[in-house]
């Protein structure tokens, strides 16, 4: 009974030790399991603290637009998601909302889209990536490269019915242009002579027909070149027949007609010999008249050097004969051009020979030709490559001569384009080569006219091709171009147009008909020949001749610099800002930089070079300076920007700038949310400053609001573009401003959006249980945001609207996954697909979890330890306090 009385007991009050050695036992069994716990919990949370994500949305994008290019520049995203930004996608589209990946670039934040079409606008977005993948597209921006020339009228004419018409020579003064070429038929209020005849049609600088004037014999009569001055118009040609008062001299002759200004006949010569001859152009100086062509035989008083020769001959105004030339090699010479300054007259052509004192670089050659204003032989320059290389045209100015044509080959340095190209040549007067330049598409281009104006060279001619930031209007078919030059040899635009039959092609000349150039203080004008039909005329017959007027549009002063902050230092003031929306078509030189102690008052203090930033300093602390920037070009200077200030302090600073600021549109209301500032500077803030304008850069004052992170603008107008930023104040001053954001309010709608889940897809079979969704909405508005769900009742944000992505936790086993688009209006829609998570058993942790976790047991042991002496601690405490037992029953006795 003893050895089993109530004091042995195992856990009776009669043994406390026995009961204190089980307890201590259970604690630290209790410990232990602590531990185990606190280091599952700990590989657990790991790869949530150590998982990232796709970066935010890049910001602030901006575009500007030049010559056939756009240049866009961004600031980088919010944030990096937890891992370094590695590159750039760019996107661009013709439509707004349609762009398509153009480049993946490296981490940069600027890019030049080179190669655009005048006049096309682009729009553009950008996005970020990391190793985790692509993060949100930026803000949308779009640039319309401007288109250099513009076309103010086109007139199109002819014989009517079947008739083939053609316009071959043009010239212009300052009361308008002439036009001849050939036609087979009558033109309005004429009379048809002969199978083809000659005309001469006069326009007025508005494009209004002055006179016309169709002429010939009872044969074929083509005009081919005109030129004017102020005692009339030069008609030359050739004909199969004879003029009145004329003596035909063989098969084809030429003939040069003189006209005054209301288009009457003054004189006709016809000259040739017993073979074919043709003339090809016509010029002019003080001394006399000049008509230039080829011959197969040999003109009177002349010697034949082969099997055709070129022809030069000089009339007076009154058409008197002053001298003829005819000149040539043992081969084929063709004369197709002829200018004359004040040391003589030039003329150029091609030739399968060689002349004196030249070299044949091969096939046949081009020539220039120059001889005093007497007919004295001066000397010539043959030049080439080693297949065809016609020279159509010549013009001169003070000091120089230009050369212009066709090759099939590759001159010295230059680059063939593609099967034919065009080449210019300058020269000086004694014929030394100053400068040349071979151009052209992929396709074939002809180069058949050059003029002079000031200090520009204009060449014309005829493309199957394409030329940089031009379109082609036809297949298989050839367009007019056009081209400018300065003087040093650099080009400076060229304007390709056409329709979608074919124009400048198929003239019945001799020499070259793929259209002609001339320009005088009335404008550009372009003759030819076309199969179609321009835009807004009729076409009259199987071809008809055409006149085009263009007019170089001229640069602009450039945009306002754009973007622009300011942000105080001690004594200084930081300026920063983005290059103009628009350079005005002429490059940036210059920025002009305007300070003022009172808003509105400003002075110029600087210029600078075409940099982005400027450091003013030596200013006062705890003086308010307000701040504007001004961009200059070649034009002129651009209007200045929206005002900005700054208050430099001695001590402390402002905050930086607030973060991530968007822009969601409702009906005439915008909704703007942003992020404090990655530093508030010196001291709190105390509040933000909303701005906003209706163009990018433009941004001004709208309110000011506390220490809030959003702002509903109720004064927004519907269908209006609104661009806002939001700069943080503390007691320093006001910070630069944050990313631009832009929204669109509209007027509520009903339809409500669309949105698919594409990734991953219905009754998939995942082997994890973090998931990333990814998918597509839409809406007949706009979108404000999409959100995910496993439950249909707890919902978290995705990145992106129309191309959405985000990620969530699922359950092993079945799971449902949803997905809700709300636009702006707040119409909503859902999807959802359902997908089973197995996860596999985990395999040996890695060393970095083992580290942590040991790490964490470390931790819970000592945590456990320290629990376990106080408690046994405290349980000797007790023991020692305990009252002595109760005397046991024998002692009762």
């Avoid at 680059?415 to 007067?429: C, E, P, R, S």
């Avoid at 496993?790 to 985000?806: I, K």
């Amino acid at each position: 009974m003893q050895g089993r009385g109530e004091g042995s007991r195992p856990g009776s009050c009669g043994d406390p030790r026995g009961r204190n050695r089980m307890s201590i036992r259970g604690r630290v069994v209790s410990a232990l399991a602590i531990t185990a716990l606190l280091g599952l919990v700990a590989l657990a949370a790991l790869p949530a603290a150590l998982a990232a994500g796709p970066p935010t949305r890049p910001l602030a994008l901006q575009s500007s637009a030049g010559d056939a290019a756009v240049t866009i520049s961004w600031l980088a995203p919010s944030s990096d998601g937890g891992s370094p930004i590695t590159a750039y996608k760019v996107y661009r589209g013709a439509i707004s909302g349609g762009g398509a990946l153009l480049v993946t670039l490296g981490d940069v934040r600027t890019y030049l889209d080179s190669g655009l079409v005048h006049g096309q606008t682009y729009y553009y977005q950008v996005s970020a990536l990391n190793t985790v993948g692509e993060g949100a597209q930026s803000n949308e921006v779009s640039a319309t490269p401007p288109q250099p020339v513009g076309i103010p009228w086109i007139r199109q004419f002819g014989a009517v019915s079947s008739a083939t018409n053609h316009g071959v020579g043009l010239e212009v003064d300052a009361s308008g242009a002439y036009v001849v070429g050939d036609t087979s038929g009558t033109l309005p209020g004429q009379t048809s002579v002969g199978a083809y005849d000659a005309y001469l049609r006069k326009y007025g600088a508005d494009g209004t027909v002055t006179w016309t004037r169709q002429f010939g014999t009872i044969l074929d009569d083509y005009a081919v070149a005109v030129v004017v001055d102020t005692s009339g118009a030069y008609v030359a040609g050739h004909t199969a027949g004879t003029f009145s008062g004329e003596t035909s001299a063989g098969l084809l002759d030429l003939f040069l007609q003189k006209d005054d200004a209301a288009g009457n006949v003054l004189w006709t010569h016809q000259f040739g010999s017993p073979a074919y001859d043709y003339a090809t152009a016509v010029g002019a100086d003080p001394s006399g008249v000049y008509i230039v062509g080829y011959t197969g035989g040999t003109l009177p008083g002349q010697t034949g050097a082969g099997n055709f020769d070129g022809v030069l001959r000089k009339y007076d105004g009154n058409g008197n004969e002053l001298w003829t030339r005819q000149f040539g090699t043992t081969g084929f010479d063709y004369v197709y051009a002829v200018d004359s300054d004040s040391s003589g007259v030039y003329v150029a052509g091609e030739t399968s020979g060689t002349f004196s004192g030249q070299t044949n670089a091969g096939g046949s050659d081009a020539f220039v030709r120059k001889y005093a204003s007497d007919g004295t032989y001066l000397w010539t320059r043959e030049f080439g490559t080693s297949a065809a290389d016609p020279a159509f045209g010549v013009a001169t100015d003070a000091s120089s001569v230009y050369v212009a044509g066709t090759t099939r080959g590759t001159f010295p340095g230059e680059t063939n384009a593609g099967g034919v190209d065009t080449f210019l040549w300058k020269y000086d007067a004694d014929g030394n080569v100053l400068w040349s330049h071979q151009f052209g598409t992929s396709d074939t281009d002809i180069c058949c006219g050059i003029a002079i104006y000031g200090s520009r060279i204009y060449l014309s001619g005829s493309t199957r091709g394409t030329f940089p930031g031009e379109t082609h209007t036809g297949y298989l078919t050839t367009d007019a171009f056009l081209r400018s030059y300065r003087s040093d040899g650099g080009s400076t635009w060229t304007r390709q147009f056409g329709t979608t039959s074919g124009d400048v092609y198929l003239g019945s000349s001799c020499g070259c008909d793929h259209g002609a150039v001339a320009v005088s203080a009335s404008g550009m004008y372009f003759v030819g020949t076309t199969f179609g039909t321009f835009p807004g005329e009729t076409k009259s017959g199987s071809s008809d001749a055409f006149l085009a007027s263009l007019t170089e549009i001229p640069a602009q002063p450039p945009g306002p610099a754009a973007n622009v902050q300011a942000i105080a230092g001690d004594g200084i003031v930081d300026l920063t800002w983005y290059q103009p929306a628009s350079d005005g078509r002429a490059p940036i030189t210059n920025y002009r930089i305007y300070r003022g102690t009172t808003s509105g008052s400003l002075a110029l203090v600087a210029q600078i070079t075409s940099v982005l930033s400027y450091a003013d300093s030596g200013r006062t602390n705890g003086v308010t300076y307000y701040y504007a920037v001004s961009a200059v070009n070649s034009a002129g200077e651009g209007a200045q920007s929206g005002e900005v200030s700054a208050t430099p302090m001695g001590t402390g600073a402002a905050p930086s700038a607030a973060q991530n600021l968007q822009a969601m549109a409702g009906n005439a209301r915008v909704t703007l949310t942003w992020q404090a500032p990655a530093s508030g500077g010196s001291s709190a803030i105390t509040g933000y400053k909303v701005y906003r304008g209706t163009t990018s850069g433009s941004e001004a004052l709208l309110t000011s609001v506390g220490t809030v992170l959003t702002y509903v603008d109720t004064g927004a107008a519907n269908g209006q573009v609104y661009y806002y930023q939001v700069s943080a104040m503390n007691a320093v001053g006001e910070g630069p401003k944050s990313n631009e954001a832009s929204a669109t309010p509209t007027a509520t709608d009903s339809t409500s959006p669309t949105i698919a889940i594409t990734s991953p897809s219905a009754n998939s079979v995942l082997t994890t249980t973090s998931v990333t969704v990814t998918g597509t909405a839409s809406d007949d508005v706009a979108l404000d945001r999409v959100e995910l769900s496993t439950d249909g009742t707890t919902w978290t944000r995705a990145t992106g609207t129309t191309s959405w992505s985000g990620s969530v936790t699922l359950v092993a086993g079945s799971n449902v996954i949803y997905a809700r688009a709300t636009d702006t209006s707040g119409n909503q829609q859902s999807a959802q697909v359902s997908v089973t998570a197995q996860v596999a058993r985990p395999g040996p942790p890695t060393l970095d979890l083992m580290l942590l976790a040991g790490i964490g047991g470390a931790i819970a042991i000592a945590i456990s330890y320290t629990a376990f002496r106080v408690v046994v601690k405290s349980k000797r405490e007790k023991k020692e306090k305990l009252p002595p037992p109760p005397p046991q029953p024998s002692q009762r006795r």
